[in-house]
């Protein structure tokens, strides 16, 4: 891949790596390619390594025993996926899958390990990563355990807001039913609540565009989990 360090450098795992170490990095990455719908890996197979999004997107999910899809993260350009295994030597623990056509980034666990164990700044950028995965957990089990749908899709559009950097406006690069299975809902609730908050002048929709018009009106409303109306 000629523009790897690129590529590379302006991820959320290697950002601010000297370049030395990032034409290290390059050299022990593999390029793959994955058509809409393929497979990365499946929960259960083993964590031999990770995988940084250059252009796409993927979706991690779990399945219920009933076979229910529940989405933990939709993951696009510059993000990275199966990284926990790598560090703990273990199987991974959900299911990865391209939702739109995908150029990945493999780096073998065996050879990646090998290579940050005498790099502290590279294993801080990637506790970073890791940590930010934890916030991602604990506000979603938050959302599906103890609010109610009106609640849970405002906490995920402030959420989006504060990760896209821009507290009026809103990207949703996913439809709107992959967004309700995130929320742990269907498109018909998830629509139900989006028309309120327009009507309650919360939030303008255009297309896959939301802007903000009450933030703390709809902080109020992620805050209580409850739509008061």
Do not use: W
Request: aromatic content about 6%.
């Amino acid at each position: 891949m000629t523009n790897c360090i690129d590529v590379l450098s302006k991820s959320q795992l290697f950002g601010g790596v000297s370049e030395d170490h990032l034409k290290k990095i390059s050299r022990i990455s593999v390029e793959r390619h994955f058509n809409k719908g393929a497979m990365i890996f499946f929960d259960g197979d083993e964590g031999n390594g990770f995988y940084l999004i250059v252009t796409g997107a993927v979706k991690v999910y779990k399945l219920s025993p009933e076979g229910r899809e529940q989405i933990l993260h939709i993951v696009s350009e510059g993000g990275a996926i199966g990284a926990v295994p790598v560090f703990f030597g273990e199987s991974f623990p959900a299911n990865a899958q391209a939702i739109s056509e995908s150029r990945l980034i493999f780096f073998p666990r065996t050879k990646f390990v090998d290579l940050i164990t005498n790099n502290p700044s590279l294993t801080m950028n990637i506790l970073a990563v890791l940590s930010m995965r934890l916030r991602e957990f604990t506000i979603q089990i938050e959302n599906l355990s103890l609010k109610e749908i009106p609640g849970r899709l405002a906490a995920y559009l402030l959420y989006r807001s504060e990760e896209q950097g821009n507290k009026d406006l809103i990207k949703l690069n996913i439809s709107k039913l992959q967004i309700a299975n995130i929320l742990g809902t269907g498109p018909e609730s998830l629509s139900r609540a989006l028309g309120d908050m327009k009507n309650r002048k919360l939030i303008e929709v255009d297309g896959s565009t939301i802007r903000v018009i009450d933030r703390g009106a709809l902080e109020a409303l992620a805050q209580e989990g409850k739509n008061s109306g």
